[in-house]
């Protein structure tokens, strides 16, 4: 059964050009240099400091390591960091 929804979905995404991101609900990552980070569909902050920020996503989580991260931006599903990212880790 889970086969079939997932050639459904797929097959919907081709047809109608749909973002796959948008289809799975998957997260959306844009990094600019290891400097900044935007992420789009998490579901929320588990964990955050200065050198770790865990978010919530809709099948895991997605860790970010690095050094002096901030959050600039935060809104019900979108993040901006800044600071030296090291590292970024999706655990399923």
């Known amino acids: ?4 929804k ?3 979905r797929k097959m919907t995404a081709d047809l109608l050009d749909l973002p796959q991101d948008v289809v ?3 997260p959306r990552l844009t990094m600019i240099g290891d400097r900044q980070l935007y992420i789009e569909n998490h579901r929320g902050v588990k964990h955050f400091s ?3 920020l865990r978010l919530a996503l ?4 997605l860790e970010v390591t690095g050094s002096s991260l901030v959050i600039r931006t935060i809104w019900t599903e979108e993040v901006f960091i800044e600071g030296v990212i090291a590292n970024i880790e999706i655990i399923p």
């Open 6 to 8: 997932r050639k459904f």
């Open 50 to 52: 200065s050198d770790k």
């Open 1 to 4: 059964m889970r086969q079939l």
């Open 24 to 26: 799975y609900d998957l």
């Open 58 to 61: 809709s099948k895991g989580e």
